[in-house]
T-cell receptor, first 114, second 112 residues
């Protein structure tokens, strides 16, 4: 069965802290994505990666960076967390860049920045 | 650019009522269209999809038909259940970089 896991379901951090959100998929997928979900705004793409060490900015990359050192793992980094980064973060993966197949989502990490 | 507009919620129905959630899109060419569902406390799951005009996606009693002429992909179910309470997202895929464009989501609450 397809599986995308995220390191934490809930996370509370303080303003200015460096935050790491980890995502792991066990399907040998090439492409991985980080979204944030906010009420009334839907899902917005932060960054995506179509191969190891490759990354591209999504629609709202400011304040975030990513790392993909291994195919199965895609990390989202908040260099200096701010209160406006309080949100639900969702990771997703898919096999092929040009496939019309499904994006598989993790359960999400609800991050609160105090 | 690409965009998806879906009806704003929340939508509240009684069990066994008919459900329609409207979704229209703007995109060049022929995008693939998706409905995702998010149950409380969970991530998104694919509910159904359609990859070309006049295709009908269906799953768990839900249906949606890809209408090129009206650029729509409305979600329907004939008889909703309490367990269908969730947030529903319409999305499209167009282009070679596999970025999905999502609507803002519609919260559905079904009361017994």
């Amino acid at each position: 069965d397809v599986k995308v896991t995220q390191s934490s379901r809930y996370l509370v951090k303080r303003t200015g802290e460096k935050v790491f959100l980890e995502c792991v998929q066990d399907m040998d997928h090439e492409n991985m994505f980080w979204y944030r979900q906010d009420p009334g705004l839907g899902l917005r793409l932060i960054y995506f990666s179509y191969d190891v060490k490759m990354k591209e900015k999504g629609d709202i990359p400011e304040g975030y960076s990513v790392s993909r050192e291994k195919k199965e793992r895609f990390s989202l980094i908040l260099e200096s967390a701010s209160t406006n980064q309080t949100s639900m973060y969702l990771c997703a993966s898919i096999f092929s860049r040009t496939s019309t197949d499904t994006q598989y989502f993790g359960p999400g990490t609800r991050l609160t920045v105090l | 650019g690409n965009s998806v507009t879906q009806m704003e919620g929340p939508v509240t129905l009684s069990e066994e009522a008919f459900l329609t959630i409207n979704c229209t899109y703007t995109a060049t060419g022929y995008p693939s269209l998706f409905w995702y569902v998010q149950y409380p406390g969970e991530g998104l799951q694919l509910l159904l999809k359609a990859t070309k005009a006049d295709d009908k996606g269906s799953n768990k009693g839900f249906e949606a038909t890809y209408r090129k002429e009206t650029t729509s992909f409305h979600l329907e179910k004939g008889s909703v259940q309490v367990s269908d309470s969730a947030v529903y997202f319409c999305a499209l895929l167009r282009g070679s970089n596999y970025k999905l464009t999502f609507g803002k989501g519609t919260l559905l609450t079904v009361n017994p």
